[in-house]
């Protein structure tokens, strides 16, 4: 299968803005569930945002709503993350995933299998 490659990771100043990019390949036919997910030294994984693949509900965790907006193009196989408003606690590699769930949560996807390598995300004070 074609894997998930993330991109537009980078270092900004708080208060700064950021867009991450991920390829989805194939999985927007064989998954009902998108999103991005991170991990922050030291921390575990936090599910920041999701998305569904058959419709246009999206979930936030409540770190990042009103922050971050995710984002699908199907027809391009492509997922983003638009990150406003960054603050340093937002620094960590973020990864996209996608999979199956009966509700699609941000608060699930980091238990999906299917994930990119990451993207670092460096916010600075």
């Known amino acids: 299968h074609v894997q998930l490659v993330e991109s537009g990771g980078g270092s900004v100043q708080a208060g700064g803005s950021l867009r991450l990019s991920c390829a989805t390949g194939?999985?927007?036919?064989?998954?009902?569930?998108l999103g991005w997910f991170r991990q922050a030294p030291g921390k575990e994984c936090e599910g920041v945002a999701a998305i569904e693949v058959g419709g246009s509900k999206t979930y936030y965790a409540d770190s990042v709503m009103g922050r971050f907006t995710i984002f699908k193009d199907t027809n391009k196989n492509r997922l983003d993350l638009q990150m406003d408003s960054l603050n340093p606690e937002d620094t960590g590699v973020y990864y996209c995933a996608a999979g199956v769930l009966t509700m699609c949560t941000a608060f699930a996807i980091p238990s999906f299998a299917n994930r990119g390598q990451g993207t670092q995300v460096t916010v600075s004070s």
């Open positions: 194939d999985y927007t036919f064989r998954t009902n569930c």
